[in-house]
């Protein structure tokens, strides 16, 4: 499979990769998958809490501004336009911000009737954030988390969500969950807090790899 990523808030492709290697590993192991890795190009400060992870000279970097719906609204433009010249892509994987951008696109995509079937096959979502309503947005230009009791199954194709039982955004993690199609979605929680399991987060790794694998089993199965 051919897997778009997303990285967290403030951060870069490079931070992505290293946060991602060793499930990237446990995936191809066996199996052929590609990685295609995209930047966003909003210029951010670097969190304090990256550390070692990066230094000052990088660029840090999100996918739109949060406060901004206008800002919000392009990402999901440009994404889109990515996705049409660069594509197809046959899952996505998001940290944070990113996943956020992510599921915000595949419940934009299904609520606005622009897509018949879902741009991805499967997505493998670590901590999200949420999903903004982009109608809500056109119509008002409030940014606001989408209603989930109006919007069940908004993300109707096969879904992994992973966050941390310390992550202060917990909660919106768990939200997303609610979108998704209960028959089609698998939920892991680990022992950390906003991060993905990997080398600080070993013994995560193994369920969440298995869970990934059964969800791509997953999506591979409906495709056919």
Known sequence: MRFLCLHGFGT????????????????????????????????????????????????????????????????L???????????????????????????????????????????????????????????????????QKLDIKDNGCAIDIPTLLVWGITDPWKEEAHGVSLLCNPQTTYTFVHSGGHEIPGIGLNEALGPVTKLAKRCIISACTEAV
């Not at 499967?122 to 119509?139: M, N, T």
Request: one cysteine or more; aromatic letters at 12%.
């Open 12 to 75: 870069n492709n490079q931070i992505f990769k290293m946060q991602t290697t060793a499930l990237r590993y446990e995936l191809t192991n066996h199996d052929e998958h590609s990685f295609e890795f995209v930047q966003g190009v909003f210029p951010v400060s670097k969190p304090a809490e990256l550390g070692s992870l990066s230094d000052f000279e990088e660029g840090h970097f999100g996918y739109y501004d949060p406060e901004s719906p206008s800002s919000a609204l392009a990402a």
């Open 77 to 143: 433009d440009q994404l889109d336009a990515f996705i049409r010249s660069h594509g197809p892509f046959d899952g996505v994987i998001g940290f944070s911000h990113g996943a956020q951008l992510a599921a915000s696109y595949i419940v934009h995509k299904k609520l606005e009737g622009l897509a018949s079937v879902s741009p991805f096959k499967c997505a493998i979502l670590f901590s999200p954030l949420g999903v903004y309503d982009s109608k809500e947005w056109l119509a008002s230009g409030l940014v």
